[in-house]
C-alpha cells in the first residue's frame, strides 16, 4: 500500500538548510496500522507531509499503491485514495465554515454524488448524530471537531489514512471515544493508517508495527509484541518505553 | 412569541442552513448592542441615511436658490443654520450635501478594499515573484502622501466629483492590501487550509472560499474605522475646489467658501464642519463595534 | 498540628453569559500543607480556573468568591489589586503550560529573572544577577551565563519550562501553582522538570499545587489528589491510591487510559452522569495529612 525508501526531508536552503528526515524507509502493506513514534522534532510529522503533498523537498522513493510520488504535485486519484487527519482540531477546521460547509465541500471535491444524503451518512459514521450539521465549529468541542475532521477525510472513500496525533490535544476519556472510531472505521472500511504520536502506549494499543524516530532517523522498527514486552533493540527505544510508564522518583 | 424566536436564533443546535447563520448573525448583534457608543454611531448613520434618501422632502428650503439680500445671516427662525454668501439655506444644503457625502464614502468604501483584498491576498497566497511584484506597487503607492496623489490624479483626470471619487479609491486601497497580505501568511499555513488541499481544492477555490471570508472581517472593520479619513480627504478635495462644483453643496467645498468670513460670520464653515465632525465620528464608533462583532481574535470564549 | 499553608473552603468562580451565569468553579475547598497536590480533571472541569482564583486572575465579569480563603491564616480572597501583586510572585508563584507565551521575547532571560527577583525582593543588580545564576543553576540549566544572555527563542521548549520554573522560583515563594507544567514536553524532558519541582518540595518545604490532565503522572508524582469535575471537587485521595478510586468518573477516566501491558481491542469509554454533577465528595480527609512538611 505504501512503501517509502531512503527518504529525505528538508527544510530552507543551506546554509539554513535543515534536515528534518534523514535516510527513512518503511513499508505498510494493505490493511495494517502502522505507527511512527518519537519526541518532538523527530521529525516523524515531516514524513506524513511530505506524503500527503504538504511540503515538496524531498529525495528519495515514496510509493502508493505502486504509483510512485513526486514533488508536492498530486494528482485527483492521490487525494481520493489518501487522507489526513490533523493533530489539533481547533486549527484544522476553517472558524467560518460550518459542519455541513465542511462536508459538503469535501463531497464535491471528491466528485461524489448525492450530497445531502451522503452527509448525514458520513456523520452517523463517526457517531455525531444529523444534530451537529449546522453548526460552527466554536459551538463544537475538541472532541466532535475532531469526529468532524475524520468525517472529512472519510468523505471521498479513502483507503489509507494518514493520522498526525489525532488524540494528543484531547481528554483522555475523549481520547478513547476517537481512538474506538478509528479502530471501529478500520474495521468497517477495511482501511490502512499510518499513525503518527509521540505517545506510545497509543501507538500500542493502536498499531500492528511501529518505527521508533529520533533526530529524523529511524532508530528501530519493531512489531508491538516487542513493544509490549519492552524489547527494544536499541537504547533509546528501551529509554523511551521507560520515560513512557510513568514518572519514577529517583 | 418573541421569546421562543430568541431562542430560535440562540440555538446551539440549528436545524438548517438558514437558521445557522441567521443566528450566527443575530449573535453578531447581540454582541454589537451591547456596545452603547457603537450603537449611538450606527443611529447617526441610520439618521444619515434617510436624511439622504428623503432630503428633497426634509429639507426646508432649495438648496440652490439664492437670496441676496438675506446673504451671511445668522442662525435663526427662518434659517435654523443660518445662510451662505448667496443667501442659500445652510441647513437644507447639507441636508442635499448627505446625498454627495454618501455617495463618496460608499464609493470609496466600495472600491478601495475589493482591490486590496484581490492584491493582498494574491501576492500572499501566490508568494514568490508575484508577491514582490505586487507589494511593490503598493508600496509605491504607499509611499506618496494620499492626498497629494489624489490632487495629481483629479488634475489629470479634470475636476468632478466622479473623478475625486476616483482618484481617492485608487489612493486609499494600499494599506487594504498590506493588511490581507498579512491575514493571509498567516491563514496560509493553518491546518484547514492544508486540509482543504489534500481534498484537491485548487488555488483559486482555497482563495475564495477559504481565504477571502477570514479576511474580509478585518477589512470592514478597517474600512468604517478609516471612513472617516475618507470623508476628510473628500472634503479637502472638495475645499481645493477639484471635487464637487459649485453650485453643488458638497460638505468640503461649503467650508471652502466659508472661510472668506470666517471670523464675522462663524456659521457659514462651522456647520458643514460640525457636519463632518459628527459624521466621521459616528463611523469610528461603528468600526469600534464592528471590531468587537468581527475580529475572530476578539475571542468566542 | 500546624496551619496549613494555604486554606479553601468553598471557592466559587461565575462569569454572567448571555444563557445566565456560568460557573466555572462550584464550591471547591481543600487545604494545602507542604507537599504535592494534584488536581486531576478533563478540559473545563474548572482545575485551571481554580488556580487562577487562588492567584487573583480572574478577569472581570469573572466573579470569585469563598468562604474562606487564606494564605498562613491571613485573607487574600479579592485583595485589592495593589496587595495581590505582592503576594503574587513573591508568595505565590504559577508556572503556565507552554513558556513560549509565558517570557518576554524582547528581553533577555537573564534580565527577566533579574527583574522578576528585585521586583519581589529589591536588593541591587548584582544581588540579582547572583540570585538569578543560582536559579538557573538550581533547575540544572549546565551553562547558566550564556542562558543569561539567550533570548527566549533561542532555547529548546524544556529549557523554556526550567526557565519558567527558575523565574517562579527566584522570589522564594511558599506556595507553586503549576497549570500542565510538562504536557508541552517531551518525556525525558519531564522527568528533569519534575524533579526540580519535586526536590522543591523536599527540600524548601514548599507547597506544590500541580494541576494536570495525566491520571497517571499524578498518582506517582504527587502526595494528594483532587478530582474535579464539572467545577467541584468529586473525589479527594492519597495519591498512591488512585487506582483503588472509588467515584465512578475517577475509575472511568482511568479506565479510559489505553495501557501497554494490559492490550484490549476498544477501550472503555466514559458514561457520564447527570448526578455526578451535584453529589457528594468521596473523601479520605478534608484536612491535609502533611500541614507542617514531609
Known amino acids: 500500500m505504501l512503501k517509502i525508501e531512503h527518504l529525505d526531508v528538508w527544510f530552507g536552503l543551506p546554509p539554513d538548510r535543515v534536515d528534518a528526515v534523514k535516510d527513512a524507509g518503511f513499508s505498510v502493506t494493505a490493511g495494517e496500522s502502522f505507527g511512527l513514534v518519537g519526541e518532538s522534532g523527530s521529525g516523524k510529522s515531516t514524513i506524513l507531509r511530505a506524503i500527503a503533498g504538504l511540503v515538496g523537498s524531498w529525495s528519495g522513493r515514496i510509493e502508493v499503491d505502486g504509483q510512485q510520488l513526486e514533488g508536492h504535485r498530486r494528482n485527483r486519484d492521490f487525494y481520493r485514495s489518501v487522507q489526513m487527519v490533523f493533530q489539533d482540531p481547533y486549527a484544522s477546521l476553517h472558524p467560518r465554515h460550518s459542519v455541513d460547509a465542511v462536508l459538503s465541500e469535501a463531497l464535491k471535491l471528491q466528485g461524489m454524488d448525492d450530497i445531502d444524503g451522503r452527509i448525514p451518512r458520513l456523520l452517523d459514521d463517526v457517531g455525531l448524530g444529523r444534530v451537529f450539521r449546522f453548526r460552527y465549529p466554536h459551538q463544537l468541542s475538541g472532541g466532535q471537531r475532531q469526529r468532524v475532521a475524520i468525517a472529512r477525510a472519510l468523505a471521498g472513500q479513502p483507503r489509507l489514512l494518514l493520522l498526525d496525533e489525532p488524540t494528543s490535544a484531547l481528554d483522555v476519556s475523549v481520547q478513547a471515544e476517537i481512538l474506538n472510531l478509528l479502530t471501529d472505521l478500520r474495521a468497517e472500511h477495511g482501511l490502512t493508517y499510518l499513525m503518527v504520536s509521540h505517545d506510545l502506549v497509543v501507538i500500542g494499543h493502536m498499531c500492528d508495527r511501529l518505527s521508533v524516530m529520533q533526530h529524523g532517523r529511524i532508530v528501530e522498527t519493531m512489531d508491538v509484541a516487542a513493544l509490549r514486552r519492552g524489547a527494544g533493540q536499541q537504547d533509546y527505544t528501551r529509554h523511551l518505553i521507560g520515560a513512557s510508564s510513568g514518572y519514577r522518583r529517583y | ?301 | 498540628m500546624t496551619d496549613p499553608l494555604l486554606s479553601v473552603r468553598d471557592l466559587r468562580v461565575a462569569f454572567p453569559t448571555r444563557q445566565g451565569v456560568f460557573e466555572a468553579v462550584r464550591g471547591v475547598s481543600f487545604d494545602l500543607g507542604r507537599e504535592r497536590l494534584g488536581v486531576v480533571g478533563e478540559s473545563g472541569s474548572g482545575k485551571s480556573m481554580t488556580g487562577r482564583a487562588i492567584l487573583g486572575l480572574v478577569r472581570p465579569p469573572g466573579r470569585v468568591t469563598a468562604d474562606r480563603m487564606d494564605l498562613d491564616g491571613q485573607p487574600i480572597l479579592n485583595l485589592p489589586e495593589r496587595k495581590m501583586r505582592k503576594i503574587r510572585g513573591s508568595r505565590i508563584s504559577m508556572v503556565m503550560q507552554d513558556p513560549k507565551f509565558s517570557l518576554n521575547p524582547v528581553m533577555t532571560i537573564g534580565d527577566q529573572i533579574i527583574e522578576a527577583y528585585r521586583l519581589h525582593a529589591g536588593g541591587g543588580k548584582n544581588v540579582g544577577r547572583q540570585k538569578a545564576l543560582d536559579m538557573l543553576h538550581a533547575v540544572q540549566i549546565r551553562d547558566p551565563e550564556r542562558v543569561m544572555q539567550a533570548y527566549p527563542h533561542e532555547v529548546s521548549g524544556g529549557m523554556g519550562q526550567r526557565i519558567m520554573i527558575a523565574m517562579m522560583l527566584a522570589p522564594d515563594p511558599e506556595i507553586l501553582i503549576a497549570d500542565e507544567p510538562t504536557s508541552a514536553l517531551d518525556v525525558s524532558v519531564r522527568t528533569e522538570v519534575l524533579n526540580i519541582m519535586d526536590r522543591l518540595v523536599t527540600d524548601r518545604g514548599m507547597g506544590l499545587i500541580f494541576i494536570s490532565h495525566d491520571l497517571n503522572l499524578v498518582a506517582q508524582f504527587c502526595d494528594r489528589v483532587l478530582i474535579m469535575y464539572a467545577g467541584r471537587v468529586v473525589e479527594t485521595l492519597t495519591a498512591k491510591n488512585l487506582h483503588d478510586a472509588r467515584h465512578p468518573y475517577t475509575q472511568g477516566l482511568l479506565n479510559s487510559l489505553p495501557r501497554l501491558d494490559a492490550p484490549t481491542g476498544r477501550l472503555p469509554v466514559l458514561q457520564r452522569q447527570e448526578s455526578w454533577r451535584d453529589g457528594d465528595t468521596i473523601t479520605e480527609s478534608l484536612e491535609t495529612e502533611f500541614p507542617g512538611g514531609l
Open chain 2, 1 to 301: 412569541m418573541s421569546q421562543t424566536r430568541r431562542d430560535w436564533l440562540l440555538s446551539d443546535a440549528p436545524q438548517t442552513r438558514r437558521q445557522a447563520r441567521l443566528g450566527a448573525i443575530y449573535q453578531g448583534w447581540l454582541t454589537f448592542r451591547a456596545n452603547k457608543l457603537a450603537m449611538f454611531g450606527l443611529i447617526i448613520l441610520v439618521i444619515l441615511i434617510f436624511t439622504a434618501i428623503f432630503a428633497p422632502w426634509i429639507a426646508p428650503q432649495n438648496p440652490f436658490s439664492q437670496n441676496l439680500g438675506g446673504r451671511l445671516a445668522p442662525p435663526s427662525a427662518e434659517h435654523l443654520l443660518g445662510t451662505d454668501a448667496l443667501g442659500r439655506d445652510i441647513l437644507s444644503r447639507l441636508i442635499h450635501g448627505a446625498r454627495i457625502t454618501l455617495f463618496i464614502v460608499g464609493t470609496v468604501a466600495l472600491i478601495a478594499p475589493i482591490i486590496g483584498l484581490f492584491i493582498g491576498t494574491v501576492a500572499g497566497f501566490a508568494g514568490g515573484w508575484l508577491d514582490q511584484v505586487l507589494m511593490r506597487i503598493t508600496d509605491i503607492f504607499l509611499a506618496f502622501p494620499k492626498l497629494i496623489l489624489a490632487l495629481a490624479f483629479v488634475a489629470a483626470l479634470g475636476a468632478s466629483i466622479g473623478n475625486a471619487v476616483l482618484a481617492l479609491a485608487l489612493t486609499a486601497w494600499p494599506p487594504y492590501a498590506r493588511l490581507a497580505r498579512a491575514e493571509t501568511l498567516t491563514i496560509r499555513n493553518a491546518d484547514y487550509i492544508a486540509a482543504a488541499r489534500l481534498q484537491g481544492a485548487g488555488p483559486m477555490r482555497l482563495l475564495i472560499r477559504h481565504i477571502w471570508p477570514l479576511c474580509i472581517s478585518s477589512l470592514i472593520v478597517r474600512v468604517a474605522l478609516d471612513m472617516a479619513g475618507i470623508i476628510l480627504s473628500a472634503a479637502g478635495l472638495g475645499f481645493l475646489g477639484l471635487g464637487a462644483q459649485p453650485p453643488m453643496p458638497e460638505w468640503g467645498a461649503m467650508i471652502s467658501d466659508g472661510r472668506t468670513y470666517i471670523l464675522d460670520f462663524w456659521w457659514v464653515a462651522a456647520m458643514p464642519g460640525l457636519a463632518i465632525f459628527i459624521v466621521s465620528l459616528s463611523f469610528n464608533l461603528l468600526g469600534d463595534g464592528l471590531r468587537d462583532v468581527l475580529d475572530p481574535k476578539g475571542g468566542k470564549e
